[in-house]
């Protein structure tokens, strides 16, 4: 028991780091947050797998509905983008975005 309420403590801690200011969020709102991450079962499970309880086993949880992707033509826009800027990885032994591994050959403008 203690395990979960430690896994669910670090849970809410890291998310309200994440956040822009503590004042922002009352106790209610941690209260229901917290209650919504234990229905959804989406706080870490004990142990060393590094899951969240829902993908250990997710038949005891609700199915997380799914959310509205982007259109075809929305991401190849991006990925254009992407290319022209150099914000794309670079395969091979050499990893990390073309931009930074060959900088003279993007155009930011």
């Known amino acids: 028991m203690t395990t979960k309420l430690t896994a669910i403590a670090l849970v809410l801690a890291s998310s309200l780091i994440a956040s822009t200011s503590f004042a922002d969020v009352t106790r209610e709102q941690v209260r229901v947050e917290l209650a919504a991450a234990i229905r959804t079962g989406d706080i ?5 797998s590094g899951l969240k309880l829902n993908e250990m ?7 997380k509905q799914a959310r509205a992707g982007l259109t075809r033509e929305q991401v190849q826009a991006e990925l254009t983008e992407a290319i022209r800027t150099g914000d794309n990885l670079v395969g091979g032994e050499i990893s990390g975005k073309c931009r930074d591994v060959h900088p003279n050959m993007h155009s930011l403008t």
């Not at 870490?44 to 060393?48: E, M, R």
């Open 44 to 48: 870490l499970a004990g142990g060393d």
């Open 57 to 63: 086993y997710p038949e005891r949880y609700p199915s």
